[in-house]
């Protein structure tokens, strides 16, 4: 009888393998539990792609293997809303290459993707939970592996969630590559020898919770975006390396929190932009027991480290500390804190704001570091001074207890061997991906998401653009005597490119600033861009022109998202102002003004600012060769020539690899020669099809590099071209310079002004009348100043 079931059952998955259907066969479960019954013990049950209703449950050692469908599609195993939908009692069971969904919603039964009960070696592979309520649980399930799962949640409250992966009494499991989100924590009880290597833990509570595990191995994971990225507690002998702890934000927002932890290994981990770094909470526990934290970075956060007062025996050496609001912090009262901390051990770590000198170039300061803040101590008491950060009354307290030795505070910590420079993780943590069916549904669902933006992206018109660009209106007539008003139609070509190719489309762009001086009742402001509209094509080479003051900086400050603007901003489909964060990252910017740690190396920055953009290490090798800085690595960024120092800012621009380049007036410090090898170094860029956007008043950058230009005059568009039609037109004149304390009225009527130009030609053009309190200046001493084709200048 069980062979007449055995057959069926087999007779029913080949004509599902080879029937031609185009949508997925409706199947109930039940004909696979058939499978999986009838099926020998070890067997290799090859499932095709279906959709399979109801839940499972596997009670003898199988291996079921999911086959993809004709366009990658996973088998899916359905629970319809109800219970737990795969059930493993067996010891030696495989299941990969699913998707396993719609468990059921009551939190006190647990229901789930999958359970493991009381069945050793275990392993679940390449499947993809969603809509469960808790994920992956294994109960007494030894030497469990779970390995490129991704696991996503049900839409629920986060009190709500159950848990993505909980392993509760099963020692020496795996858990390796996964990707988790909205769930409550990935949580690990009673669980010795635990690995949890190259996950990807986000949106959730904890990324990583766990509670008496000795010998448990954290390592190479990313932990983002969670209210805290890993509590541990009541543990020992825990390795915690080669993580990534990044904008944990939540009411407590730890990076990584250890309570009542014992010998403790921190290493070459990253903790930026959470609000706390690390925190420290009776941990070690024993007296008798001291526990390393070395070689970690804390960047960027509200808090680099933040210890109970009682707290003691931990030595952190070695350590950078880069520019968080509060280096070290202390919870509450109840200890001395002039005493370490606790008398923890502060050795050899890197301070940015270390104020001190290195006479002897060994690395170290020679005077020592220490942490002595009052307003800091007073906000560590008392949190809700915070919100005085920055302000008059932080600056104030702290220079009072400078001026007074009696109210001077104690040192929080004294760091005796300061390092004068940073000491970065060689080796940047790795992020194990999924298996290549996992791959192609990622690739499939990042698809869909750029069709999406693509289908949100504004529609422009020829006309919306032209009306929008333009500087002359019928309401303006101060413009139509001005010969600036012929200039706008010398690009109608460029205007006609399709707005299918523009990576950058910005449409209405105002800034102002509050009029200096205006009294505090008045609105007044000064306008600084005023209603300014262009696109920037994929490939093409951008120019804003102008004098000083005009307004260049300002537009690439507004689209950096440096100044509150408004108008529409759109970066590749994304909208600037809304998701401004990760729009941004497709642009790779190069400052006027450098602005650089001195004391890092070449190499030293490059990891550093690769690290914050999630950019293999790999790049840099690649960035440096392109920009001619190989042989340089080793050499101090301080010790850099002008020239050297721009290379390598356009090289930490070059690390993403960014569609589009912003430069603000690149070549100004330069000499002419290092000036012409950094244009030619621009110039290769834009023929590999790099996109750029830079500001420039030296013709010669223009004539080499833009494709377009855009001039600006007091915040407004009042010309564009290429730079051949620019020349042709404006052959004997060029930006005008006002010598006197001119006021410009634009409603004015226009004067005839005459100039001679270096040829002895004299020619007649229109400007507005000047009007001001003080008599007008003289037509004399409104003088233009052209710049000839070889950059000289002359009046």
């Known amino acids: 009888m069980n062979n007449i079931r055995f057959i069926t059952a087999t007779a029913i998955i080949i004509i599902a393998l080879l029937s031609p259907a185009t949508s997925a066969a409706q199947t109930s479960s039940a004909d696979l539990q058939v499978l999986i019954d009838t099926a020998e013990p070890g067997a290799l049950l090859e499932v095709p792609y279906a959709i399979y209703n109801g839940s499972i449950t596997i009670s003898k050692p199988l291996h079921l293997k999911g086959l993809p469908g004709e366009n990658g599609q996973l088998p899916v195993i359905d629970g319809e809303g109800a219970g737990t939908v795969v ?48 994920g992956i649980r294994g109960v007494e399930a030894h030497s469990l592996q779970i390995i490129n799962n991704v696991i996503g949640g049900k839409d629920l409250h986060i009190a709500r969630r ?26 690990f009880w009673f669980s010795d020898g635990t690995i949890v290597r190259g996950n990807h833990f986000r949106h959730s509570r904890y990324g990583v919770h766990m509670m008496y595990t000795d010998g448990m191995t954290i390592e190479d994971n990313e932990l983002s975006s969670n209210s805290v ?51 420290f909470d009776n941990s070690p526990s024993r007296i008798d027991v001291t526990q390393e934290i070395e070689q970690n970075v804390l960047a960027f956060n509200d808090i680099g480290v933040l210890m109970m007062p009682a707290v003691q025996h931990n030595l952190l050496r070695n350590n950078t500390f880069l520019d968080n609001l509060e280096q070290v912090g202390v919870k509450g009262g109840g200890s001395n804190p002039g005493e370490s901390l606790g008398a923890n051990g502060w050795d050899g770590n890197y ?18 570091y220490r942490s002595e803040s009052l307003f800091e101590n007073l906000a560590d008491q008392h949190p809700a001074l915070e919100l005085l950060h920055f302000s008059p009354i932080e600056q104030a307290i702290d220079l009072a207890a400078q001026a007074f030795p009696i109210i001077k505070p104690k040192p929080k910590l004294t760091d005796s061997t300061p390092r004068m420079m940073p000491l970065l993780p060689q080796t940047r943590p790795t992020i194990v991906t999924p298996t290549s069916t996992m791959g192609w549904l990622a690739a499939l669902f990042l698809s869909s998401a750029m069709l999406l933006y693509w289908s949100q992206r504004p529609k422009f018109s020829l006309d919306t653009i032209r009306s929008n660009a333009s500087f002359g209106r019928e309401t303006e007539p101060t413009v139509h005597s001005s010969p600036r008003g012929d200039w706008l139609n010398m690009s109608d070509s460029l205007l006609n490119k ?10 209405n762009l105002s800034k102002r600033y509050p009029q200096p001086g205006r009294a505090w009742w008045s609105d007044a402001t000064i306008t600084a861009i005023d209603d300014l509209s262009f696109t920037l094509a994929q490939g093409q080479s951008l120019a804003l022109w102008g004098v000083n003051g005009a307004g260049k900086t300002t537009v690439l400050k507004c689209l950096l998202g440096l100044l509150n603007c408004e108008g529409e901003l759109w970066l590749d489909g994304m909208d600037l102002r809304k998701d401004g964060r990760n729009a941004r990252r497709h642009f790779g910017y190069v400052p006027q003004e450098l602005a650089f740690h001195n004391d890092l190396s070449v190499a030293e920055s490059c990891r550093f600012y690769a690290r914050l953009k999630n950019v293999p290490f790999g790049r840099i090798s690649e960035v440096l060769q392109q920009v001619a800085l190989i042989g340089q690595e080793r050499k101090a960024v301080g010790a850099l020539s002008g020239g050297m120092k721009q290379r390598l800012a356009l090289a930490l621009a070059l690390l993403s690899d960014p569609p589009v380049l912003l430069l603000d007036e690149p ?100 400007r507005p009348v000047a009007k001001a309190s003080q008599p007008v200046v003289p037509n004399a001493q409104v003088t233009k100043v052209r710049t000839n084709l070889n950059g000289s200048a002359y009046r």
Not at 98 to 111: L, Y
Not at 112 to 120: L, P
Not at 500 to 505: A, E, I, P, T
């Open 87 to 134: 059930t493993i009692t067996a010891p030696e069971t495989v299941v990969e290459g699913f998707e396993i969904r719609a468990s059921g919603n009551v939190i006190d039964r647990e229901d789930g993707g999958v359970i493991v009960e009381n069945a050793e070696n275990v392993r679940l592979i390449n499947n993809r939970l969603t809509d469960v309520l808790y």
């Open 162 to 187: 159950g848990d993505a992966i909980r392993i509760w009494q099963s020692e020496n499991c795996l858990v390796e590559g996964n990707t988790t989100e909205r769930a409550r924590d990935a949580i």
């Open 229 to 279: 990225g890993a509590y541990l507690m009541y543990s020992k002998n825990v390795q915690i390396r080669g993580n990534t702890f990044r904008e944990n934000r939540g009411p407590s927002g730890y990076g990584l929190a250890l309570k009542d932890m014992d010998a403790v290994s921190v290493a070459d981990n990253y903790y930026i932009n959470n609000r706390v770094g690390i925190f």
């Open 351 to 368: 301070w940015s704001d270390y104020v001190g000198y290195d006479v002897t170039d060994d690395g170290t300061g020679d005077l020592a």
């Open 498 to 507: 399709s707005v299918v190719n523009d990576v950058l489309c910005v449409t």
């Open 667 to 766: 070549t100004s410090n330069l000499d002419a020669e290092t000036r012409d090898e950094f244009l030619d170094l621009l110039a290769l860029l834009h023929k590999t099809g790099k996109s750029l956007l830079f500001t420039s008043h030296h013709l010669e950058e223009v004539e080499q590099l833009a494709d377009l230009v855009l001039i600006l005059w007091d915040g407004k568009l009042v010309a564009r071209g290429t730079p051949t039609e620019l020349i042709d037109q404006l052959a004997p004149k060029r930006l005008r310079q006002r010598v006197g304390p001119l006021s410009v009225d634009l409603s004015s009527s226009a004067e005839m002004v005459t100039t001679v130009d270096n040829h002895g030609v004299t020619e007649k053009t229109s």
